[in-house]
């Protein structure tokens, strides 16, 4: 496609803020002096991002890139802090080789970039621009776009089509190679920081959690008891999820990924929540079930055999065990209790920073069959082991995890009991 803008690349100091920042400098590992904007609204310390700066080089340099192109929502946070939901429209970072990055955005949302980010130069992208066009012009003013490697993110959804055939089109001398692995690999690993967000998460879900159990009784619908959980998690500061609460009464219960429902709690019921909650992004899960009045025994050997499927799993996990030695201990479990065909799920899924469509990290790792890649502290999982049976019931209970040094540890404080009302 031909190119049919020079787009000059922006410092923000160049604009007037209503913001007010200080730009300052900080030494990355090799000794780049980097460029950044410090204040208390930053999600994380200056020197959380440096780290996670030097993680990417160390990677590039690995691959031998000479740039790598962000392209993905949750990726874009990682990196740089910067926050929104209007990730529909085109946003790009492009990291040079020991160089400071430069933040593609649309013009509309810049200003959200001193807010949010702590990187200090961009290029504005407007709504009548082509943005891939726009990117190979900031790649060709840093001098990157004859002979270079590049490194694009071909397995996220953002990275279209379109835009790799503009950039090879555009920069025909260079090479573009997928480099998704990098991202996904710096965010595999959380830091004591990141961690502690993830726990703050967990307190709301805990609280989110509570207050539904007791909304729930017979004659409540499926819509009341979800409104109260909404209601508890945003009155307490919670943020919009990567996915709604899962709050499913009844034979609704079975549906995966279904939400409220207008249908009554019985006399003798099954009420099912799996709930997320997110600060700065950072996501913490959470499924149980309790029963309303005489549960069954098909619901009780279910409950009995997730509870134990998530203790088997804790159990497990620690470093250097495997993913799929944790799945096939989960999965041992509701075997036994002859409920295999109905437990169809992987164990769990990495979770961390998240945007909508998703609350979890599974791209990156997850706890399933197949996968051999070793445990790390560090690592974050949410492992929800469920039965469903269809127009009958959803049954399952979870907990959200980290990897330490001998083994892991819960983010909820709430019990995994069976709870009956």
């Known amino acids: 496609m031909p190119l049919d803008h020079d787009r000059e690349i922006f410092g923000v100091a160049d604009h007037t803020l209503h913001v007010t ?23 994380f310390s200056p020197e959380e991002y440096v780290r996670r700066y030097d993680i990417v080089q160390a990677a590039m340099a690995e691959l031998d890139l000479d740039a790598l192109l ?181 034979e609704r219960s079975c549906l995966p990924h279904q939400t409220g429902g207008a249908n009554i709690l019985a006399a003798n019921d099954v009420m099912y929540f799996e709930i997320s909650a997110s600060q700065r992004r950072y996501t913490a899960a959470l499924m149980r079930t309790i029963f309303v009045g005489q549960p069954k025994d098909e619901w009780l050997r279910a409950a009995e055999a997730c509870i134990e499927a998530v203790e088997a799993a804790l159990d497990t996990i620690k470093p250097g065990a495997t993913p799929h030695e944790a799945d096939t201990a989960a999965r041992a479990v509701t075997e036994k209790a002859g409920l295999g065909d109905l437990h169809r799920n992987r164990l769990g899924y990495s979770i961390g920073v998240s945007y909508p469509p998703d609350w979890g990290e599974g791209e990156i790792i997850s706890l399933r069959q197949e996968e051999h890649r070793p445990l790390q502290p560090g690592m974050t999982f949410h492992m929800p082991p469920l039965c469903l049976k269809y127009r009958e019931f959803g049954i399952g209970f ?11 540890e819960r983010l909820s404080k709430l019990g995994r009991e069976i709870i009956i009302k």
């Open 21 to 43: 920042f200080q730009p300052t400098t900080r030494t990355s590992r090799s000794g780049f002096d980097l460029p950044m904007i410090v204040h208390d609204r930053l999600a």
């Open 398 to 408: 979870s907990e959200s995890i980290v990897v330490t040094e001998n083994g892991c």
């Open 70 to 250: 962000i392209r993905g929502p949750e990726n874009i946070t990682y990196f740089t802090g910067y926050e929104t939901p209007g990730y529909y429209k085109y946003h790009c970072v492009i990291v040079p080789k020991q160089g400071e990055p430069v933040f593609l955005v649309r013009d509309f949302e810049w200003i959200n970039t001193p807010e949010f980010a702590w990187s200090t130069k961009l290029a504005k992208v407007f709504d009548w621009d082509h943005p891939p066009s726009v990117t190979a012009n900031v790649l060709r003013q840093l001098g990157l776009n004859s002979n270079c490697r590049i490194g694009v993110e071909k397995q996220t959804f953002f990275y279209t089509v379109d835009e790799h055939e503009t950039l090879l089109v555009a920069c025909p001398e260079n090479t573009f190679v997928d480099a998704t692995q990098i991202m996904w690999n710096a965010r595999m690993i959380k830091s004591a920081e990141e961690v502690a967000v993830m726990r703050r998460s967990a307190r709301l879900v805990d609280l989110a959690m509570q207050a539904g159990w007791e909304a729930t009784h017979p004659g409540a619908s499926g819509d009341e008891i979800n409104a109260v959980v909404n209601k508890t998690l945003f009155e307490n500061g919670g943020e919009y999820m990567g996915l709604p609460p899962f709050v499913l009464a009844g």
